[in-house]
């Protein structure tokens, strides 16, 4: 199928709406971005979601757009809460999967003669890997959906991390409407001993220095300064989202017959958000989000832990705050005004996230005054950034923006051009020390696989959907 | 497309972001079995597995396509659920909506499997399962 874009301006591209479309396609691009989308099918399903019942506004990519399935990566949709749907394949498998990022008050150089000791260390007390789980404990049952229920909350009360954290944390660490009831049996199972644990794939663990402000202030009331060491982590719902979406793929299936939708691709089934099959999939997705919250909890708990062991430090001496911690695979309820009207949507962010203005009552109170703190993590051998959330997202992408750099080069691809290089060797003559379970991994993973983030960054601040207030870069990676 | 070839009876698939599976064979019960073994390749690459262990799988959908991504993803969840490295799959078709199946394998070893890349799901992104006039094509994309 090839699809008729538009140039709208530098770094935006209009879809028409044509055949069984009900809305135009919006993607932010820069040129060279959208010469390269040609080529893959990101674009084509862009259109595909402009089908789906109910949608508002254009159907949209950000500039990290690439081929998913069902919903491009990237895309972000609204849905009208009387007309529209929702939809699994739009949140994806990895339910909640999003990025934290913690501040220190150590510095780079500080920390460098005990780097590898640090990067050991994490490797060793964060589970990571395919199929990681704990071996220090398995959730009972009833256990697990306290954590279903509760989210980073019931991490806390178990004495990983503190109550300040979940002040820092999107929807503050817990998505209302979470019901156990509406999980499977299976889908427990797999969660039981996973909690805490990074996984595989694109996951990690950073440790990164602070490299460049682009905002003194943002900055400042981000607690970020030049020099900096700070601590991502990516990860999200593991095996338990996983499951969640596959059992729920299947009622969507049997729900788009029973309700009548025509769907372009069966990945994209969906549910009218007025039926029992969508109430009772976005009761089980807040389930899968509050585990990914705890997750990452619990991972924070894990990191300040090996810092004050291998540092010999305490907390006091370490700082290792919360700064924010966002999701990027979601659909959720918010109002927005369209067309001068305020309406209730549910938004979907599959590859994307919120990014709400200066003043939105959503943002901590602390940083109320610069916008929503924007996690956007790069490749292991560039850097990544810290946006913070606009006005300009908030009128144009229902609050949404980028999520991350972006595949460029499939899985094979990467392969074919890491024969022949050391890229974990590279990267430590760099300064830059890879821990990981398999070489397979790093491989497929390497930083040329993935777009330049700063590219990314570049076109979201050129369109107004983030503002750029801080530069990361990575000193030591620890992936699945 | 480009298209890498593991095998005789399977093709794993280029994507950007993550991966596909094709196969082709002469019977339904074939196909079935090249797929999980083209899944089983994604996961542990050409990892040798003994026939140790066995799993019992009955797996009903509502249409054809549906039983092939859910068949997948029993593989999936039993692969993660026992740390199993599948050998050999014997697969039952009942009808186009149901299969009865045994997976048997080993418990994956540090020192004689290697971990390719973990599979979230089985997706039905252009899922499609036909009959041809050589025999059988299926084809899925993976979530990894």
């Not at chain 1, 009900?22 to 862009?46: C, I, N, P, Y």
């Not at chain 1, 259109?47 to 069902?70: E, F, K, Q, R």
């Not at chain 1, 920390?111 to 990571?128: E, K, M, V, W």
């Not at chain 2, 050409?46 to 029993?74: C, F, G, H, Q, Y």
């Amino acid at each position: 199928m090839t699809v008729k874009v538009q140039q709208i301006d530098q770094c935006r591209w209009r879809i028409p709406r044509e055949g069984a479309m009900r809305t135009d396609g919006l993607v932010f691009a820069s040129s060279k971005m959208m010469e390269d989308l040609r080529h893959d099918q990101a674009l084509e399903q862009v259109c595909n979601v402009a089908t789906l019942p109910g949608i508002v506004g254009p159907s949209m990519a950000m500039p990290d757009i690439h081929w998913g399935y069902g919903f491009p990566i990237g895309g972000v949709a609204a849905f009208d809460a009387d007309e529209g749907v929702v939809s699994p394949g739009g949140v994806g498998y990895d339910i909640n999967c999003g990025v934290r990022l913690l501040r220190s008050n150590l510095t780079a150089e500080e920390i460098r003669p005990n780097l590898g000791r640090l990067a050991d260390a994490l490797f060793l007390n964060i589970p990571s890997g395919v199929g990681s789980h704990r071996s220090d404990f398995k959730l009972s049952i009833n256990e697990e959906k306290r954590v279903l229920l509760k989210g980073a909350a019931w991490a806390v009360q178990q004495g990983y991390g503190d109550a300040a954290d979940l002040e820092c944390i999107e929807e503050q660490g817990v998505i209302a409407g979470a019901d156990p009831e509406m999980v499977s049996e299976r889908a427990i199972e797999r969660g039981r001993a996973q909690l805490g644990t990074l996984g595989s794939g694109n996951h990690f663990l950073e440790i990164q220095q602070v490299e460049a402000i682009y905002d003194e202030e943002a900055a400042g009331v981000l607690g970020l300064h030049s020099g900096q060491v700070t601590v991502s982590i990516h990860t999200g719902s593991r095996g338990f989202g996983y499951q969640v979406c596959d059992d729920y793929l299947k009622v969507m299936l049997k729900a788009a017959r029973k309700y009548g939708i025509t769907l372009p691709d069966r990945q994209l089934c969906c549910a009218p958000l007025q039926s029992d099959e969508a109430r009772d999939y976005m009761s089980a997705m807040a389930c899968a989000a509050n585990f990914a919250f705890a997750n990452r909890q619990m991972i924070t708990a894990g990191v300040r832990e090996t810092f004050e062991r291998v540092l010999g430090k305490g907390p006091a001496a370490l700082r290792l705050g919360v700064i924010y911690d966002v999701c990027h695979n979601i659909a959720k309820w918010e109002d927005h005004t369209v067309n001068g009207k305020l309406r209730r949507l549910c938004v979907h962010r599959k590859g994307a996230t919120r990014a709400f203005p200066p003043g939105h009552a959503e943002i901590p109170a602390i940083y109320r005054k610069i916008g929503q703190p924007v996690l956007i993590p790069g490749d292991m051998g560039r850097y990544s950034y810290v946006l913070t959330g606009t006005a300009g997202a908030y009128e144009e992408t229902f609050g949404s923006t980028c999520h991350g750099a972006g595949r460029v080069m499939s899985r094979h691809a990467a392969k074919k051009a890491a024969r022949g290089q050391d890229i974990i060797g590279d990267l430590a003559a760099r300064g830059i020390l890879v821990r990981a379970a398999g070489r397979a991994t790093v491989v497929e993973e390497m930083p040329a696989a993935y777009k330049d983030v700063a590219d990314v960054v570049e076109v979201v601040q050129q369109a107004g959907i983030g503002h750029m207030v801080a530069r990361l870069k990575p000193m030591a990676v620890i992936k699945g | 497309m480009l298209a890498v070839t593991i095998g005789n009876s399977f093709l794993l698939l280029e994507h950007t972001a993550d991966m596909g599976i094709e196969a082709r064979a002469g019977s339904y019960k074939g196909l079935l079995e090249a797929m999980a073994q083209g899944l089983t390749a994604m996961i542990y690459g050409d990892s040798p597995a003994a026939a140790v262990v066995t799993a019992k799988i009955l797996v009903r959908a509502e249409d054809p396509v549906e039983l092939l991504v859910s068949w997948l993803n029993e593989v999936v969840y039993w692969c993660e659920k026992d740390n199993l490295v599948p050998a050999v799959f014997q697969v039952e078709p009942i009808s186009d909506v149901e299969l009865r199946a045994v997976l048997s394998g080993e418990a994956f070893d540090m020192k004689r499997h290697v971990v390719e890349r973990q599979v979230k799901s089985v997706t039905y992104h252009q899922a499609c399962l036909e009959k041809t006039p050589d025999g059988w094509y299926a084809r899925v994309y993976v979530d990894l």
